[in-house]
């Protein structure tokens, strides 16, 4: 018999019991060969839809099926393409701004980082209204309201990080909260164990320091933040040490906002990492 991979197992999953479809040439039966098994036995000429028994956490790459017909014969084996089956909750590994952080700007951008990459659909944000809605939310009255955001989270480092900002500065002297619920998914479909809320956030500096104002557009990156002034020049601060600032202050970095050399007439602003 001859026998082809139709639907690979889903990876990274979270399911123990994966299902995996091939297709045969003729009927027969099924034969199980490395670390995976299954009592699904008899395969049919065309589609054949297995389930396999109960795998442990890790990643399969000797799992392989034969098919023998009534007459004795044997195909080659078929090696289900590699899969990986993760059932651990992820964790967040950093939040921007951090926890207990003071002398934040009013126009900061936002990042997380998890210990692994993520569904990045279910990092959902409320960019309608200040309605507290969404997987992440940021807050300044214990979430009555809060922050609305200028769009959807941008994804980096393989869905690992998630950079975000305001539509709005944020109130000078006012205490955020971030909250993370636990809606949030890894590329697994594991949520985290629980919501994770800051116990005692940032506070926002209470003054707006005179070389960001005008400004017109705010981009929050990965660690950094930069925003366009009307004069079309581009301003950055925070995290520096892949030079991300463009201010040739490369590996400093930046609590006071520094002009990005070089970049005038701005029209518009987008970062990333």
């Known amino acids: 018999p001859k026998i082809f991979e ?25 034969e199980y060969e490395g670390s995976c098994t299954s009592d699904n036995k008899t395969a049919v000429a065309g589609s054949n839809l297995i389930v396999l028994n109960t795998l442990k956490e890790g990643t399969y790459s000797d799992c392989a099926i034969r098919v ?18 993760d059932t651990t ?16 700007s009013i126009s900061t951008g936002f990042s997380i980082t998890f210990n692994e990459s993520m569904d990045e659909s279910s990092m959902s944000l409320n960019n309608q209204n200040n309605l507290c809605l969404g997987s992440v939310q ?11 955001m200028v769009k959807q989270p941008t994804g980096l480092e393989n869905n690992t990080s998630f950079a975000f900002s ?10 955020y909260l971030i909250k993370i619920k636990n809606a949030v998914k890894d590329a697994a479909g594991n949520s985290l164990s629980s919501d994770l809320i800051q116990a005692n956030g940032f506070l926002v500096d209470e003054t707006l320091p ?22 079309g020049t ?17 590996g400093t ?21």
């Open 68 to 85: 023998k017909d009534s007459a004795g014969n044997r195909s080659d084996p078929l090696t289900l393409s590699q899969f990986r089956v």
């Open 210 to 231: 005179s070389y960001i104002t005008s400004m017109v557009e705010v981009e929050g990156g990965y660690d950094f933040t930069c925003s366009r002034k009307s004069d």
């Open 166 to 175: 305001a539509s709005d500065p944020l109130t000078a002297g006012a205490v």
């Open 234 to 250: 581009v301003w950055c601060w925070g995290k520096d040490d892949l030079g991300q600032l463009g201010n040739a202050g490369f």
């Open 6 to 30: 139709s639907v690979r197992v889903v990876t990274p999953t979270n399911d123990t019991t994966p299902s995996y479809t091939f297709i045969s040439s003729d009927d027969g039966i099924i």
């Open 89 to 104: 909750a992820p964790s967040v590994s950093s939040l921007y701004p951090a926890n207990g952080s003071t002398s934040i």
């Open 253 to 273: 970095d930046k609590t006071v906002a520094r002009q990005v050399y070089g970049l005038v007439n701005a029209a518009d602003i987008c970062v990333g990492y």
């Open 138 to 148: 940021i807050s300044s009255d214990n979430f009555n309201t809060c922050v609305q």
